[in-house]
């Protein structure tokens, strides 16, 4: 029996994907983690629309993006600002709404940021492969069949028991203005990621300085695999080979050139160039909301500071909550 | 465009990463915790992190457990609060652990040696300075032991490749290697797992699936198992 099609793709770009929170149980079989690249606009835009919180949506990476709606269903439209148009309206940043058969959706180029969710009541059903629904695009499996979504796509959604949102929908304030305080910008306006020093990091003393004060550039050649940065080198006190070691998303590595590398989603599991920092993995959804061709800065961080960020991001999930149920059960059917 | 998934040295020497007698032990971000095991790259240093592995995977406070080649990343489901204590616990983990004899299944691997798909056979032959039928006579007579799992679903690094084949990776990488091509990179050989970029060094084929991500068993390897490969033709 196939269920029944929700959202019909009329236009995409090349890498535009089904992603879920990922899939971490089998990164000891060199499986990768997979899943979104900023997991606050996924979650949030789930608890919009009252989903299980790892609902799987689409992340738009590469736009335009355009959809056409096959059934009544609700929508989300989280993480960076696409100039949604519903039929034509444009839509707030951060919104969802009920849509009819047959309306349209369109994202755009973002005004800022670099991944847009877009959730749907339910979530996106595709089969579930290694407990996980994301795209595992290097493997070739999850997803609609291991493969990018392509033009002429269906996808169906699963059964959702929510009450519909209202016609003209609600919004919530995006983290970066609701958590201002808690994840800093530099006074150039630079995104600031914090970073804690990993196992190499005492071979890179003499360009230590340079790590932490220079604005890193990332380049074009970055992707869900890994971003990589540009700027004055930094290179290792002596040469080591290393042994081949477990990789997790947010590590920052030291290629022979000297420009590192930050371990993303897509990474594989394992690697052996040295790795200098771990970003924390709280700051990572502000890296996935940069563009190519943008400046971040790294700061020298520690766990107790991860510790303290994940719990303000914990306690901005639970406000959202709180938030909107009460509304969806007022304004519901 | 894309980060390859086997890294290329820029350099031909290399000084091995050493930490004398003691284990290292560092963090990658705030939840991952890296134990590296002193000494050789050898079997007795992987047997133990394999027990420190079976220790630690009893533990309610750990998430995943990565074995690589010589060392363990541990990923905890939270940031633990005390950086001593974690230490401690590891660095004692470390010291209870002892060299575990993991009861292993036998892979056995029929290969065509040389032919269209050992694109790399001459640059292994000229490297060691050996014929293409002593690498082939030295490489199948071998008997390897599964390190551990990574880099690709399902690939594994084997173990026990005899040090007169050992052949550095490729300065440039093949674009687009079959998998089951059987390869070489460095002491360590393989059986690619994915079709795609590759930069050991291709000397045979294997018609064989190391990952499938449907089975219940999705990897054909698993660490400790033994792998032999057995020279269906030789193509020269």
């Given at each position: 029996m196939t269920p029944k099609a929700v959202i019909e793709i009329l236009k995409t770009g090349p890498l535009n994907t089904v992603q879920d929170?990922?899939?971490?149980?089998?990164r000891d079989i060199g499986v990768s983690v997979s899943g979104v690249m900023d997991p606050l606009a996924f979650r949030a835009g789930n608890i919009l629309l009252g989903n299980d919180e790892n609902a799987a949506c689409i992340e738009v990476q590469m736009f335009p993006f355009k959809v056409r709606f096959l059934a009544d269903t609700s929508i989300a439209v989280t993480g960076a600002d696409c100039r949604t148009k519903l039929d034509g309206e444009e839509l707030p940043p951060w919104w969802a709404c009920s849509v009819r058969t047959g309306q349209e959706l369109e994202m755009q180029?973002?005004?800022?940021?670099a991944r847009s969710y877009l959730c749907v009541a339910g979530g996106i059903d595709v089969p579930v492969v290694m407990g996980s629904r994301s795209t595992a695009l290097r493997g070739g499996f999850g997803g609609t069949d291991g493969r990018p979504l392509a033009k002429n796509d269906r996808l169906a959604a699963c059964d959702s028991f929510i009450s519909p949102l209202p016609a003209q929908g609600m919004g919530i304030e995006p983290p970066q203005i609701a958590l201002a305080n808690v994840f800093p910008t530099s006074t150039e306006g630079l995104v600031q990621l914090r970073a804690i020093p990993a196992g190499?990091?005492?071979?890179?003393e003499a360009d230590l300085p340079r790590f932490w004060s220079q604005p890193w550039k990332v380049s074009l050649h970055s992707n869900r695999t890994g971003y990589r940065l540009s700027g004055e080198p930094v290179t290792p006190s002596k040469v080591i080979e290393m042994r081949s070691y477990g990789l997790i998303p947010g590590i920052v590595q030291v290629p022979p050139a000297g420009e590192p590398i930050i371990q993303l989603?897509?990474?594989?599991?394992a690697g052996g160039y040295p790795k200098i920092a771990g970003i924390i993995e709280e700051d990572l959804w502000r890296l996935a909301q940069v563009q190519p061709g943008q400046s971040i800065r790294l700061v020298k961080s520690d766990a107790r500071e991860a510790i303290g960020v994940a719990r303000q991001i914990n306690q901005w999930f639970s406000r959202l909550r709180d938030n909107v149920m009460p509304v969806k059960t007022v304004m519901g059917f | 465009m894309t980060i390859v998934s086997h890294e290329v040295p820029s350099r031909v020497s290399y000084i091995l990463a050493s930490q004398g007698d003691n284990i290292k032990i560092s963090t990658i971000g705030s939840r991952a915790w890296l134990i590296e095991a002193p000494g050789d790259f050898d079997l007795p240093a992987q047997r133990r992190i394999w027990s420190l592995a079976a220790t630690l995977r009893?533990?309610?406070?750990?998430?995943s457990l990565i074995p690589g080649v010589t060392n363990l990343l541990v990923l905890f489901r939270?940031?633990?609060?005390?950086y001593d204590a974690t230490f401690a616990l590891l660095a004692g983990a470390w010291e209870q652990a002892q060299a575990v004899h993991p009861q292993g299944k036998l892979i056995e691997i029929p290969v065509i040696y040389g032919?269209?798909?050992?694109?790399d056979l001459d640059a292994v032959c000229q490297h060691t300075g050996l014929s293409p039928r002593d690498v082939i006579r030295r490489h199948s007579q071998g008997c390897y032991t599964v390190f551990s799992l990574g880099s690709?679903?399902?690939?594994g690094y084997l173990h026990?490749?005899?040090?007169?084949l050992a052949t550095p990776r490729?300065?440039?990488?093949?674009?687009n290697m079959l998998k089951g091509t059987v390869t070489i990179g460095g002491a360590q050989t393989g059986v690619s797992a994915l079709t795609g970029p590759n930069g050991w060094n291709a000397i045979g084929f294997a018609e064989l699936?190391?990952?499938?991500?449907?089975?219940?068993?999705?990897?054909?390897m698993a660490p400790g198992d033994s792998v032999r490969f057995l020279p269906e033709r030789i193509e020269l």
């Open positions: 929170a990922g899939r971490s149980g089998f180029f973002p005004r800022s940021g190499e990091y005492a071979l890179f989603a897509d990474a594989n599991t | 009893m533990r309610d406070d750990v998430e939270q940031t633990p609060e005390d032919g269209e798909h050992a694109t690709a679903p399902g690939f026990g490749l005899d040090p007169s490729k300065k440039v990488p093949s674009l699936t190391l990952f499938d991500p449907c089975a219940e068993n999705p990897a054909l």
